[in-house]
């Protein structure tokens, strides 16, 4: 059984930046990996996922061009850097995990598709 940790979470001002990290139990070499986030009263939603190799990325409307999803197989981590943070982006963020992922599904944001996750690490954008 695979488990992941989410670390990194922490209060910040709005236009910082943070980076989050995800570190699995065991080998991510045959998972992709997304970050989703799920803010009081709203539901989860897919922010990026990353295929097996790092090769192929994608990311929602809402975090492109602010967001970065990489990833180190030799540490068995994933990260997400977070720059130019809003309020909106205040929420819990999970990692999440599937197998067979040498490719980004064109689903990938459908939270059904993971089969393993992390408990959650805390962002809080507010000045």
């Known amino acids: 059984q695979l488990q992941l940790v989410e670390t990194g979470g922490d209060l910040v001002q709005p236009g910082g930046s943070l980076r989050l990290s995800c570190t699995a139990s065991g080998s991510l070499d045959y998972y992709a990996v997304a970050w989703f986030r799920q803010a009081p009263g709203k539901e989860r939603e897919g922010v990026s996922c990353i295929n097996n190799d790092g090769a192929m990325t994608t990311y929602a409307d809402s975090v492109k061009g602010r967001f970065t999803i990489s990833r180190d197989n030799a540490k068995n981590t994933v990260y997400l850097q977070m720059d130019n943070l809003k309020p909106e982006d205040t929420a819990n963020y999970y990692c999440?995990?599937?197998?067979?992922?040498?490719?980004?599904?064109?689903?990938?944001?459908?939270?059904?598709?993971?089969?393993?996750w992390g408990q959650g690490t805390r962002v809080t954008v507010s000045s």
């Open positions: 999440a995990a599937v197998i067979g992922g040498d490719t980004v599904r064109a689903s990938w944001w459908l939270a059904y598709e993971y089969h393993y």
